[in-house]
């Protein structure tokens, strides 16, 4: 399979996840909302209304502010689009997909419903670190193996990986 088919399919696998889970999470919002659901003892299923981007950041409530973060959204997803049909291997193909993924669930999310759907709780030691999604998770593991992809001791490993398939 070439990379970048593989990514367009790791893309595709994880907008239909991450919408699937939002949907069951929207389908009890009023009883993880009110209380939050322990899933593991630093992991709560809760739901919260992220109208910015990474992290809660510039945070918008008008209509033109969701506009601008769903045009900036997409043209990034454009230009890592572009970016994966040029791709080579596996690995940053596969990263890229995630990346991409992500991006369009949040997107989605804020067409239809105005902000992004966070449901997962990280915690520790009665600290809140922050809510995040199943896009959110796969971006940041998509940005982790490009980060991987550009170490130099990695190199050999995914050449002869790639050169086997």
Known sequence: MKPPLLGGIVALIVVSVDQIAKGAVLSRSD???????????FLDLTLRWNRGISFSLFARDSAAGEAGLVALTLAATALLAWWLSRSRSWLPAVGLGLIIGGA??????????GAVVDYLDLHAF????FVFNLADAAINI????LIVDLL???????????QRH
């Open 31 to 41: 009883q993880v909302e009110a209380h939050p659901e322990p899933l593991t003892p």
């Open 104 to 113: 369009l669930g949040n997107a989605i999310d804020r067409v239809f419903h």
């Open 152 to 162: 130099p001791i990695q190199w050999g490993l995914v050449r002869r990986f790639d």
């Open 126 to 129: 009665g600290r809140h670190f």
């Open 142 to 145: 998509g940005v982790a193996l």
